[in-house]
């Protein structure tokens, strides 16, 4: 009877801190596991390096967030209803997002002509951000 409860209050407690993981990388923007693990710290809410992978871990699995690299490092950020591109510069590694229309009109059609089925897309454009650019010169 005891390891029951401890079972479920360990579970209680695991799902607790899924859901404050969630809400933190929903606002994080492209973030990396420290960055989370920093941001909840300074929140007043202790939790292990361990339970931040796992949560992590279970919202790529979930398809509520994508990994998305930088070149350097591993950053995630959260899955939004509006579909975006990125820019990485090459330098500074750098992440920007950016959106066109033309550019999904032109993925829509393509795979339509390709008649297949999109499950997933990522568009990265790489090259030098402006202060780099300005560096490079």
Avoid: P
């Avoid at 390709?114 to 402006?130: H, R």
């Amino acid at each position: 009877m005891r390891l029951n409860l401890i079972i479920q209050e360990k579970m209680m407690r695991t799902d607790r801190w899924f859901s404050d993981v969630e809400e933190y990388v929903k606002n994080a923007g492209h973030f990396r596991i420290h960055d989370i693990l920093l941001l909840m710290n300074q929140g007043g809410l202790s939790i292990s390096r361990a339970s931040v992978y796992r949560a992590i871990d279970k919202l790529l699995k979930s398809g509520k967030i994508v990994q998305v690299s930088n070149g350097k490092e591993r950053y995630f950020e959260y899955v939004q209803e509006k579909i975006h591109y990125h820019f990485r510069c090459k330098k500074c590694g750098k992440l920007l997002e950016f959106f066109f229309e033309n550019i999904e009109k032109a993925i829509k059609e393509s795979s339509r002509k390709l008649k297949v089925i999109l499950t997933d897309q990522k568009l990265v454009l790489e090259g030098y951000c402006s202060r780099c650019s300005r560096v490079r010169k």
